[in-house]
């Protein structure tokens, strides 16, 4: 394969031209066949790329994991709802908005609240929880990964101030969905969340697990078309884990590689776009953040919820969630981020053409301050 790792543009160019063949013969070869110095030079060409737009900086996020109910079945997952080991909680509006101040203090401007599907939770009570942190935290960033919901539903939540919403597409394959879900939940759904999202104004993130149960070549390519179709502002890629009390516990464990090759290439097709190093990354290799950021990788997502309820929050076996994951150490995680070359960011950290955006709702201030 003739590809010039010293023009990132071309390479760039190839990968958001490409058919789908084209694209699955490009990814089997990185993930494949490339020579260390041809990967290296995948590796410098996203680096490349994403200094363009952020420099060195790795953006920080304080993850609140609200709770652990899910209405959902998705196969791999330790929280799926017919899991009668996983340990359920749900944390306070109080709870919440403590967790939030605890990381504001160490200097957080972004929260991401993530859950399952959680029935509890419904618009209202999110509406609620929503305006309650927008209100005491006006310079907070607040990001919702909460799952399949209506548009009016993500449309009052926008209005109740969220800013950003993740929601992993996992597969754009249909087959595949087919076999990580059971039959009430369709790709098709997923897709419409999405692009509900996006239109409704949210800054939007999709991604997928690489090396989960059916994963080719092929179905990767159905994954880099449909990101380029979506062109979304971030995208969360992490490895798959198998989980103790899953149809899937005696899959292997995946090696960090592919994962950072795969994050290299994703920055490649989208260069502004907000990749973080993700947790999954990190435990499946001590090293694995650092490897992410020299593949491109800007965001890291240390976790902020009540140290009690982390282990309970069981995606799959042997998450970490102490020590340097915690925000607690934020500034011994901060310390790797520097170690490594990079720069530690707290601010917001909106995508690129975000920042030149006025802020919602005080537009008509600005223009009269001006
Ligand atoms: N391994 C890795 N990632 C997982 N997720 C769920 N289960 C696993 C697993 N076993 C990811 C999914 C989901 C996100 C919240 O966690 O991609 O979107």
Redesign the pocket.
Known sequence: MEINMNRPQKLSELLNTAGRKELADILRYFVREARPEELSGLMRCASRLREQYYGKKVYFRGLIEFSSYCKRG?Y???LQRNNANAVRYRLSEDEILACCGAGRKLGFRTFVL?SGEDPYHSDERLCGIVSGIKARFPDCAVTL?VGERSRDSYRRLFEAGADRYLL?H?TADEAHYGTLHPPEQTLKNRMRCLYDLKELGYQVGA???VDSPGQTCETLAEDFAFLRRLQPQMV?I??????KD?RFADYCRPSSEKTVILLALVRVLLPKVLLPATT?LGTIDPLGREKAFQAGANVLMPNLSPAAHRKDYN??DNKICMGEEAAECVERLSGRVTAAGFVPDFSRGDHVDWENRLPRGRERILIRGE
Do not use: N, V
């Not at 992490?238 to 989980?243: A, R």
């Open positions: 998705c791999y997952c330790g993530q990964s992993r996992e991604g997928f697990m969360g992490g490895p798959f884990i198998p989980h899953t999954a995606l799959y």
